[in-house]
């Protein structure tokens, strides 16, 4: 398995197995449209600490509660793999 490197890989790519092994990391566009912008209207933020805080405080609000929880899951996808 390759890490992922870049803040939109990390909120918006899921583990993708193949025969049960890791065989990639599989995009969701959702989620790679939401995360580019973000980070296109803050370019300055380049800590994945910083965007894991700040879709932690979305999925707090209601109206952001389904979008926040999806970028969180695809931010746990390594470690819980």
């Given amino acids: 398995m ?3 490197q870049s803040i ?3 909120f918006s790519t899921f583990v ?3 025969a049960d092994r890791f065989s990639g990391w599989a995009t969701e566009s ?3 449209r ?3 912008s973000c980070v296109t209207h803050t370019p300055q933020e380049t800590s994945e600490y910083f965007w894991a805080l700040y879709w932690y405080k979305l999925w707090q609000v209601a109206e952001t509660k389904f979008l926040a929880k999806q970028h969180l899951t695809a ?3 390594e470690s819980c793999y």
């Fill in 2 to 4: 390759h890490p992922r």
């Fill in 8 to 10: 939109i890989e990390i």
């Fill in 16 to 18: 993708q197995f193949a």
């Fill in 30 to 32: 959702n989620l790679r």
């Fill in 34 to 36: 939401s995360i580019q």
């Fill in 75 to 77: 931010y746990l996808q």
